[in-house]
């Protein structure tokens, strides 16, 4: 099994251009996770996912956007991207029910200049 | 939106025990706790979990009281490569999948 993979690990964008991170499991998990972590701080949740058609918001959504047509792909979108948004993102997974515990990408390391 | 409460950070020696506490008084009764770990910035590492009672894995011990409204993790011996921030997570809702992290406990071993 290779986890939970993301892409790309690093990118630059520049103010006003788009993109997608791409995460994808391998492990039939049902709830998949995007987390951002600016400097020195902790982890904070941007959507969720608790299955295929099925996503929420998270702490920090505005600017964002998610979809999740298959169990194991949850790509997060960055539209209109601005320097408040240069960060690591962590994709993570788990299974269904209280035990499950969370599975974390490599993360995406992004800047917005 | 964080249900737990953790200090910011903690100094360990290195071969003593580090005791890591997290308050959680808002927990519900089904609600697990979750204890992960971060070393540099690489993605969380799950460390334990637990329900109600007392649980132990290789890697800690997680005392939970018996109100549930505060739990202890225990790292026995610990080492410099235990140097991480160490979150401390509950679910958010009894329903739903949303798992918010707070600040964490920045626990420094020293020599």
């Known amino acids: 099994n290779a986890g939970v993979t993301q892409t790309p690990k690093f990118r630059i964008l520049k103010i006003g251009q788009s993109m997608t991170l791409q995460c994808a499991q391998d492990m039939n998990h049902n709830y998949m996770y995007w987390y951002r972590q600016d400097p020195g701080m902790g982890l904070k949740l941007i959507y969720y996912?608790?299955?295929?058609?099925?996503?929420d918001k998270g702490e920090v959504p505005n600017g964002y956007n998610v979809s999740r047509s298959t169990t194991e792909d949850f790509p997060l979108r960055l539209e209109l991207a601005a320097p408040s948004q240069t960060s690591v993102y962590f994709c993570a997974s788990r299974a269904q029910g209280n035990t499950g515990e969370l599975f974390f990408g490599e993360g995406s390391r992004l800047t917005v200049l | 939106d964080a249900k737990t409460t953790q200090p910011t950070s903690m100094d360990c020696a290195e071969g003593r025990a580090a005791n890591l506490p997290c308050n959680h008084s808002t927990i519900s009764g089904n609600e697990y706790v979750y204890w992960y770990r971060q070393i540099h910035s690489q993605g969380p590492q799950y460390i334990i979990h637990g329900l109600k009672n007392n649980e132990t894995n290789e890697m800690a011990s997680l005392i939970i009281t018996e109100d549930r409204k505060s739990s202890t993790l225990i790292l026995p011996h610990a080492t410099l490569r235990d140097t991480a921030v160490y979150y401390c997570i509950v679910r958010v809702g009894s329903n739903t999948g949303k798992l918010i992290f707070g600040q964490g406990t920045t626990l420094q071993v020293k020599p």
């Open positions: 996912s608790v299955g295929a058609g099925i996503t």
